[in-house]
């Protein structure tokens, strides 16, 4: 089993930052697809990010404030989010996934971290 540990949610004000990090201890983390979901409270879930090697990939409204990176040394995977807004706020999880390209699809991700609360006030 794949085990991802995530940190660094939290609450902070409008316009903020936040680094989400996603720790795996193998080196076979280098293989996987990774990425970030999020589910606000009454919402659906919602594809954030994904990482594969150097190629990323992000939902519309993340780019420009949102970057997803990866450090191959530490075998982490982090969520750097700027300018936050409000609705933000939601519960984050990492994800991981094998295959031959990226995918936005939740059902596509096979191993999931416990989730980490971000939230954003106005």
């Known amino acids: 089993q794949v085990q991802l540990v995530e940190s660094g949610g939290g609450l902070v004000q409008a316009g903020g930052s936040l680094r989400l990090s996603c720790a795996y201890s193998?080196?076979?983390?280098?293989?996987?697809?990774m990425g970030w979901f999020r589910q606000a409270s009454g919402k659906e879930r919602e594809f954030v990010a994904a990482?594969?090697?150097?190629?990323?990939h992000y939902t519309d409204s993340v780019k420009g404030r949102f970057t997803i990176s990866r450090d191959n040394a530490k075998n982490t995977m982090y969520l750097e989010m700027n300018s936050l807004k409000p609705e933000d706020t939601a519960a984050y999880y990492c994800?991981?996934?094998?295959?031959?390209?990226?995918?936005?699809?939740?059902?596509?991700?096979?191993?999931w971290g416990q989730g980490t609360q971000v939230t954003v006030s106005s």
């Open positions: 193998e080196r076979t983390f280098n293989t996987l697809i």
């Open positions: 994800a991981a996934r094998t295959g031959l390209s990226m995918s936005r699809r939740s059902d596509e991700y096979r191993y």
């Open positions: 990482i594969w090697w150097s190629s990323t």
